[in-house]
């Protein structure tokens, strides 16, 4: 008798959390959103995401708010997302990072699972630039530039998992260069100090690179991709050049924590169809020299779970340190 009635309370209640769960994912969203991007202000992310907010707010009848949690090549950002109450309120924009973090730290603070994709805006891939001032003119050049001068010469980073840092990792490996990373919060920060002298080579990607290149501050020396870039049509690639192992593309993609109620996911990935479609989202990748992603989600899951898989072999093969 008390098992029937604790089976018929069980069956109430979760009925009843049912009901609460589509009334609220009816409703949602009640109050604005925070989008959190995890490099500094300025940055394509930023720039990305703020286009992304001001197309995402009218589609969902609330304001969508940008702020910046730099820092931890994106981890700080990924976590404070994760534990930011209500669930669902506050999405992450990122790239690549986020899930290469999981291999960067001993104790990231999440799983892959964690997160669930909602869009993805953009992909485009990477130059290695250096200042105009360095007597190197190709990569060849740049290679024997630095091999002269072991521990001499460093180069920006913006995250042990970052794709710029695991890129010039592998170019390490296969020349047999000896550069140093120095961390910073951001492709400018890092193209800032290149120019002023506080490194000597980094990896922006190609819209980044070819804006100052044609300034006259930069040189580029090759392009990551299976292709030469419209962007920077006279820059060989990598692969032109025998290194077979550099073309990684970043990406950018809105997250929300897959604690998030499923018809509250599913809202907002239907918003973000309609966001990555916009004529105004289009303009600016396009400006940046970004491509779009025109397979669906669950193919743009498998592409991100397969390239974190990479990155942590990447960690293992070229011994990279793993922080605490």
């Known amino acids: 008798m008390f098992a029937r009635v604790l089976k018929g309370l069980l069956c109430s209640i979760a009925i009843g959390l049912a009901g609460t769960c589509a009334v609220q994912a009816q409703d949602y969203p009640t109050r604005p959103l925070h989008i959190v991007i995890t490099y500094a202000p300025g940055s394509t992310t930023d720039i990305l995401a703020r286009v992304v907010a001001s197309r995402l707010s009218p589609e969902l009848g609330q304001p969508a708010l940008v702020e910046s949690q730099a820092g931890g090549g994106g981890l700080i950002g990924a976590r404070n997302v994760?534990?930011?109450?209500?669930?669902?309120?506050?999405?992450l924009y990122g790239s690549n990072a986020i899930f290469g973090n999981l291999h960067a730290y001993?104790?990231?603070?999440?799983?892959?699972?964690d997160f669930t994709a909602l869009g993805v805006t953009a992909m485009a891939p990477w130059a290695l630039v250096v200042p105009t001032n360095l007597p190197a003119k190709d990569?060849?050049?740049?290679?024997?530039?630095?091999?002269?001068?072991?521990?001499?010469?460093?180069?920006?980073?913006i995250g042990p998992s970052a794709i710029p840092s695991l890129?010039?990792?592998?170019?390490?490996a296969s020349t047999g260069m000896s550069l140093q990373p120095v961390l910073y919060k951001g492709s400018d920060p890092a193209l800032l100090a290149m120019l002023g002298g506080e490194i000597q080579a980094y990896f922006p990607?190609?819209?980044?690179?070819r804006t100052r290149v044609v300034a006259g501050q930069a040189r580029a020396l090759a392009v990551g991709d299976s292709?030469?870039?419209?962007a920077l049509p006279d820059v060989p690639t990598?692969?032109?050049?025998?290194?077979?192992?550099?073309?990684?593309?970043?990406?950018?993609?809105?997250?929300?924590?897959?604690?998030?109620?499923?018809?509250?996911?599913?809202?907002?990935?239907?918003?973000?169809?309609?966001?990555?479609?916009?004529?105004?989202?289009k303009a600016q990748t396009g400006k940046m020299s970004m491509v779009s992603w025109t397979d669906t989600l669950e193919k743009f899951n498998a592409h991100i779970k397969a390239e974190a898989a990479s990155v942590g072999e990447d960690f293992r093969r070229l011994k990279l340190p793993v922080e605490d």
Request: glycine share 6%.
């Open 106 to 113: 001993k104790n990231p603070g999440y799983k892959f699972d």
């Open 238 to 281: 990598f692969k032109e050049l025998g290194y077979d192992n550099m073309e990684l593309m970043v990406w950018n993609a809105l997250f929300a924590p897959s604690s998030a109620p499923k018809p509250v996911i599913a809202k907002l990935q239907s918003a973000m169809a309609k966001v990555t479609a916009s004529p105004e989202l």
């Open 167 to 172: 890129l010039m990792e592998r170019l390490k």
């Open 139 to 157: 990569l060849k050049e740049f290679v024997a530039w630095v091999k002269a001068s072991p521990d001499k010469y460093n180069y920006g980073s």
């Open 205 to 209: 990607t190609v819209g980044t690179a």
């Open 82 to 91: 994760l534990s930011a109450q209500p669930v669902g309120y506050t999405l």
């Open 227 to 230: 292709k030469r870039s419209e």
